[in-house]
């Protein structure tokens, strides 16, 4: 997966979370997990793409 | 609020600070997109929102007068700060150089690093608010103005310090770290707006009228905000950037005078979305029985944009207002050290640093700054912006009225006394009737720095004369 997908597909992510809880289909605890899991993606991934790309 | 984290992928430190930018170095409009974009999503903006419904603002008043305030914020930065960027190619600090002299100059940086100081102690409060919650640490009201717990003392000296340290220590790390934290950081903001819109029941923009209407009587020691106040303040909370010139420093690097208009990212993502955003946040905790208790018993609700976010949306919310108060206090930190470093030269960047963040820490421990932000930042416009007005007229009118350009420059002097006097007289003037008159500071911004042109002309006209 190319560097721009990674935070697109994460951002994508966020952004369906906030909608399945607008339309009430997610509660306010299911959203604030969510929204912490894709924050752990977002800075963990960033970090690995990162990393590997200074390996190689 | 403005931060120079991306600012520093365009503008390498040490590169043409005393020669105009080549053309080989220009930038196209992409670069300065995500620039602005990232750089008006600051910590503080997790205050300035809240600060608007303190003030007693209407839904209408907030919503058209920041799309109108915003926009003249853009034109501006198109049509004033973009043409002499790329006419001229120079930094703010040596164009005024060769105008002013270099020691006005010190003058000018000291002010500058001040007010630094004190914009990055709100960023350090706003993270110490998030930081604070885990040790369930009392937040600062509204109305407070000195440390208000122990808790809070050792919370913002634990904060400003780690801050301080990494800016002098790391900030290419950090400058990196900002650069991969905006997008999401931007999102978080929206996302925020957006579940605290739909637990306020707001659906439409007749459901928000409805929950918010005409506004209400501004908090205790606040002055009600109409059209026109957030109009004024959303047009000139960022005037030293655009009328003061500050972003000579920036734009120089722009191939063409369209690329002004990317500002509108900043001003449309930082100061429209985050900032309506993070007022809904703090509408939602005003319908919390905690606050109405406390509307109750006539006190005054805090403005702690930690608790706020953690009630929206959780941890992520939390995050949010740490890297955002982090990563905008560490490059400004970094800035104020920066025009503090110009007044002492010999001295070391990271002892200087050190100096800066540990004033920008002492200014955090008081919760004036960042609870009376919207006066403060139209201070820090108003003082900084009419500096701008001097490198407006002079550009513009010098050559017609058969004066001098860069007048220190040519005759080799250290102090231009015509920047000086209209400087302080513009100041000084429109301070003083803003005092005496009760009006916003911001609504004479724009006199002062017409004033501060025309006095500077005149001024020099007579000067050179002899």
């Known amino acids: 997966m190319s560097k721009f997908w990674f935070p697109v597909l994460i951002l994508s992510a966020m952004l369906l979370i906030t909608v399945l809880f607008y339309a009430d289909m997610l509660g306010q605890k299911d959203l604030n997990n969510g929204l912490f899991a894709c924050t752990v993606v977002w800075f963990g991934g960033l970090a690995a793409v990162d990393y590997w790309k200074k390996k190689a | ?466």
């Not at chain 2, 700060?81 to 790329?86: E, Q």
């Not at chain 2, 503090?340 to 920008?360: C, D, E, R």
């Open chain 2, 1 to 466: 609020m403005e931060e120079v984290t991306a600012q520093e992928s365009i503008q390498t430190s040490g590169e043409f600070e005393r020669q105009p930018v080549p053309t080989s170095q220009l930038k196209d409009w992409r670069k300065f997109l995500g620039m602005y974009a990232g750089e008006h999503a600051a910590g503080t903006e997790f205050v300035i929102g809240p600060l608007f419904l303190t003030a007693g603002v209407s839904a209408f008043d907030l919503i058209v007068g920041l799309l109108v305030g915003n926009f003249l914020a853009v034109l501006t930065w198109r049509y004033i700060t973009t043409p002499i960027a790329t006419s001229e190619r120079l930094t703010l600090y040596y164009k005024l150089e060769k105008i002013s002299g270099r020691k006005l100059v010190t003058g000018y940086n000291l002010a500058n690093g001040l007010l630094f100081c004190f914009l990055a102690g709100a960023m350090i409060t706003v993270s110490a608010t998030a930081v604070g919650i885990p040790f369930d640490m009392p937040m600062p009201a509204l109305t407070d103005r000195m440390p208000t717990s122990i808790s809070w003392v050792l919370v913002v000296l634990g904060v400003g310090a780690v801050i301080s340290i990494v800016a002098a220590k790391g900030y290419d790390a950090v400058s990196k770290f900002s650069n991969i934290a905006a997008p999401w950081m931007v999102l978080v903001f929206l996302i925020a707006g957006i579940v605290a819109a739909k637990r306020l029941g707001v659906s439409s923009l007749d459901d928000l009228w409805a929950v918010w209407g005409s506004g209400s009587e501004p908090f205790p020691g606040q002055i009600k905000f109409t059209f026109w106040h957030v109009t004024a303040f959303a047009w000139f909370c960022n005037a030293a950037m655009h009328l003061g010139m500050s972003d000579l420093s920036v734009l120089r690097y722009a191939d063409r005078n369209s690329v002004g208009w990317t500002s509108a990212a900043g001003m449309y993502v930082g100061h429209y979305m985050a900032w309506i955003s993070a007022c809904l946040m703090f509408a939602l905790y005003l319908k919390s029985p905690e606050a109405e208790a406390i509307l109750a018993g006539g006190g005054v609700p805090p403005v702690a944009p930690g608790p706020l976010s953690y009630e929206v949306v959780g941890i992520s919310g939390l995050v949010c207002v740490l890297v955002a108060g982090w990563t905008t206090a560490n490059p400004t930190i970094y800035r104020a050290g920066l025009a503090f470093q110009a007044i002492f030269p010999k001295s070391f960047t990271t002892k200087v640093t050190l100096a800066t963040g540990a004033i920008a820490t002492i200014a955090g421990l008081f919760p004036a700054f960042a609870m009376k932000l919207l006066d403060f930042v139209a201070v820090y416009g108003f003082i900084l912006a009419p500096i701008g007005a001097v490198i407006f007229f002079e550009h513009y009118f010098a050559e017609r009225l058969g004066m001098v350009r860069n007048y220190a420059a040519a005759k080799g002097i250290g102090f231009n006394m015509a920047v000086l006097a209209a400087w302080l007289i513009s100041m000084g003037v429109f301070y003083t009737i803003s005092v005496q008159q009760g009006v916003f500071l911001s609504f004479f911004t724009l006199p002062a720095w017409i004033a501060c042109g025309v006095l500077y002309l005149v001024f020099s006209k007579i000067l050179q004369k002899k």
